[in-house]
């Protein structure tokens, strides 16, 4: 025990390995699949999307991935982050609990994307990359991935789902003055686009449709451009363990081990950064923490989803890969959660969850901005509406603690600040919000939109 409230590491403590769960999964991963013949996927299909070196990492089962210099260099601007006990926050409820928080909204960009932004431009920089493009729903990712080009010097495009290009225009004023160029999605500028604009000229666009026209310009670029993914995939959660491997050192620094450590899932990369790490030390030495994913009853991918193959992606272009999915073409509510509105979950999280390694909850929108509000006006920083639904988890296990009397160590992952979410706060405050929970009519037809995949070998 500690009377500090902050736990500050050195620059010399910012981790010099990623930390790659696949390594000590109980089962082997499931192949990657092509779209088109529903086969696994061939190195030089992956290759016209991903650099080779993000390919390796994706399928690599090393336990450890070294960091190269020139990421930890520009991770130093804002890593290691810090790591706070909410004093406040505790005695506001009156738990026994003592709760900490990881702040990855310190990065220049307000989140944790920014761990992954950096190796992904570094890693397309040394294999010759002129152009990267992506998508972005709330904009967090964009913005991480506009500083990133821009700090190595290469050019990107950004497919913005329209409703968060309507609702959110400083983020793309952010992502502008990195250097980015922004489209609202679906655009005019590719097949995938047209074809839902002839369909739905007023669609509001979906991260899946997003994903579909990144990728299809970087697949019609001739190796000039490829694709960039700001979650889901496994190099991605590979680069986001240094939240969890700092974390591990400065609970130490606190003299406490956390028993739940808790994350929102949107596609799994935040959770994942924290809770990995945490997962190794339990199935490796031995220690018994729980780890909670966080999901909105909106989007509930992990407790109501199906675990099965399913298509990255709207327009059936992106890889097929074995995830807890709501269907490629599932159409989210207009609630506030912003990031967390994917239909599928990172597939290495689902082979954890299935395997009974991780626990997963849902959780209502209005609950969700109570919490905020309540961590707001008790430590003072504004999380992102993503973020609080990982505080709402945190407020909960802290009260279920108190009625049982318990000291329970609880250490959740603050992904984002939430400054550009303003919109949603006002329009909390102006009962303007309301709980959704995905209909079970929608969730017993998911199996009807999934890929028939009949493989060999059945996993
Ligand atoms: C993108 C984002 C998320 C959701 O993505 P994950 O891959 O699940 O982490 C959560 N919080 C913030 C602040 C984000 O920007």
């Known amino acids: 025990m500690n009377e500090k409230t902050k736990f500050i590491l050195n620059e010399t403590d910012i981790p010099k390995y990623w930390y790659n769960a696949l390594a000590d999964s109980p089962v082997a991963p499931s192949p990657v699949l092509n779209p088109i013949t529903l086969e696994p996927v061939t190195p030089d299909f992956l290759s016209a999307i991903f650099p080779m070196p993000l390919i390796q990492q994706e399928v690599s089962t090393e336990r450890y991935i070294e960091i190269p210099e020139e990421v930890r260099e520009i991770y130093k601007l804002y890593r290691p982050t810090p790591l706070i006990r909410a004093r406040r926050l505790e005695k506001a409820l009156g738990t026994p609990a003592h709760i900490y928080y990881k702040y990855e909204g310190a990065s220049p960009s307000g989140s944790h994307k920014m761990n992954t932004a950096i190796p992904q431009a570094y890693y397309n920089k040394i294999s010759g990359t002129k152009a990267l493009t992506t998508e972005t729903g709330a904009g967090q990712w964009g913005s991480a991935l506009s500083m990133a080009c821009q700090f190595f010097d290469m050019d990107l495009e950004v497919y913005m789902v329209k409703v968060s290009y309507n609702q959110k225009p400083y983020r793309r004023f952010l992502m502008e003055t990195y250097g980015a160029q922004v489209f609202a999605s679906p655009s005019d500028r590719t097949d995938a686009g047209r074809a839902i604009l002839a369909e739905h000229p007023d669609s509001p666009g979906t991260l899946g449709i997003a994903i579909s026209e990144a990728v299809e310009v970087a697949v019609k670029s001739a190796g000039q451009k490829k694709y960039s993914l700001g979650s889901v995939l496994n190099h991605v959660l590979i680069h986001q363990s240094v939240i969890g491997e700092e974390s591990l050192k400065q609970m130490d620094m606190a003299g406490e081990y956390p028993d739940v450590v808790i994350g929102c899932v949107g596609g799994g990369s935040n959770f994942g950064g924290i809770a990995f790490p945490f997962l190794r030390e339990n199935l490796v030495n031995g220690r018994k923490t729980r780890l909670l994913a ?151 037809t998911i199996p009807e939109h999934l890929p028939q995949v009949k493989l060999d070998t059945p996993v």
Request: hydrophobic fraction near 40%; proline fraction near 6%; charge should be negative.
């Open 294 to 444: 966080v999901e909105p009853t909106a989007t509930p991918s992990l407790t109501k989803g199906v675990y099965a193959f399913d298509y990255g992606d709207s327009a059936k272009m992106a890889p097929i890969v074995k995830m807890h999915t709501l269907g490629h073409d599932f159409m989210p509510a207009p609630i506030h959660a912003g990031g967390l509105r994917y239909h599928g979950m990172a597939p290495t999280l689902c082979t954890f969850y299935d395997a009974g390694l991780i626990e997963a909850i849902a959780v209502r929108q209005l609950g969700v901005f109570e919490a905020a509000v309540l961590f707001s006006r008790t430590e003072g920083i504004l999380p992102a509406p993503e973020s609080s639904h990982a505080i709402r988890g945190a407020i909960d296990e802290a009260l279920d603690a108190k009625e049982k009397g318990e000291k329970r160590v609880i250490l959740f992952n603050l992904s984002g600040h939430g400054h550009f979410d303003l919109t949603a706060y006002n329009a909390y405050f102006e009962n303007n919000l309301e709980d959704y929970d995905y209909p079970q009519e929608l969730i017993n």
